[in-house]
């Protein structure tokens, strides 16, 4: 996958979670977030916000999570002395449940498909051309 393919995946998958209906609407990203920043806010206003927290050990992924939380006007933190992947958020249990964690997790597995396509091309050119797992074999008898 291309880069520029990535990223016209990523902003398809943002057009989904803004609710956008029409292709001219899939195709406007930066309307996308603007309309989820408007379910947010209007979430905001319904319903008291709630804490939640993540643990997302991939650094990658966190930096994703919170930078799509930042995006989105939530604003991620964590408490003194909490390990660092952990990542809270005060924010409308159904922006969170409907919103904001679907659509990370479909934008993490895009870009995590795509650094292990990277990846695997890298090994395979650049080091070994066999990339698959260790073989599995029996364990030695034991002497007694």
């Known amino acids: 996958m291309s880069e520029e393919r990535l990223r016209e995946k990523l902003r398809k998958i943002e057009a989904l979670y803004a609710g956008a209906t029409t292709a001219g609407e899939q195709a406007a990203a ?17 319903e008291r916000a709630e804490e939640f927290k993540f643990s997302i050990p991939d650094p990658w992924s966190r930096q994703l999570f919170i930078a799509l939380c930042r995006r989105y006007g939530v604003k991620p933190f964590r408490y003194t002395r909490m390990h660092r992947q952990t990542v809270i958020v005060r924010a409308p249990a159904s922006f969170v449940r409907m919103t904001l964690w ?32 260790a073989e599995e074999v029996s364990e030695p008898r034991q002497l007694r």
Do not use: C, M, N, Y
């Not at 603007?34 to 319904?46: G, L, N, P, W, Y």
């Not at 995590?112 to 396509?117: F, G, I, R, Y």
């Open 102 to 133: 679907p659509e990370f997790e479909e934008l993490s597995g895009a870009l995590t498909s795509h650094l292990d396509e990277i990846t695997q091309k890298i090994i395979r050119e650049e080091v070994h051309e066999a990339t698959q797992d």
């Open 30 to 46: 930066g309307a996308a977030a603007e309309r989820i920043r408007r379910q947010f806010a209007t979430a905001s206003k319904i």
